[in-house]
């Protein structure tokens, strides 16, 4: 179900490694490569976006980019505008109807502490 977002943004030339914010800092910094991503998939059969907040804390946006919590609040907001975006322009572009859901990425509490715990086994 998850089409890899973070591969297909390096893919587009974007420098995400080691960024905590992950999707996130191209969320902030370059919405539009986001967006082209959602649409590459939708032309190849996607039938189910996942949005680019899975890093998207309010607490991490707002201590690595600096803005306030409102702001962070509306980015996150932004990644589900920018999948619906891309759904709509697909099905205007293609002239089709045609089913497509978009989930909301939410990552767990580990990512948003981002020393890796996400991936931790006990």
């Keep these: ?6 591969s297909e943004l390096q893919s587009c030339g974007c420098d995400i490694d080691g960024d905590p914010l992950w999707s996130g ?3 902030a910094s370059s919405p539009d490569t986001i967006k082209k991503v959602h649409r590459n998939y939708l032309e190849h ?3 189910l976006l996942i949005t680019s907040s ?3 804390s309010i607490g991490l946006l707002v201590s690595h980019l600096g803005i306030s919590e409102v702001e962070a609040g509306e980015l996150i907001k932004r990644s589900v505008e920018l999948a619906f975006k891309a759904v709509s322009e697909y099905h205007e572009d293609k002239r089709t109807n045609r089913p497509i859901w978009v989930a909301g990425s939410v990552g767990p509490y580990g ?3 981002h ?3 996400e991936y ?3």
Excluded at 1 to 6: F, I, P
């Design 1 to 6: 179900m998850d089409g890899g977002l973070a």
């Design 25 to 27: 800092r191209v969320l």
């Design 45 to 47: 059969g996607s039938s």
């Design 54 to 56: 899975y890093q998207c």
């Design 111 to 113: 990512a948003c502490l």
């Design 115 to 117: 020393d890796g715990s």
């Design 120 to 122: 931790l086994s006990t």
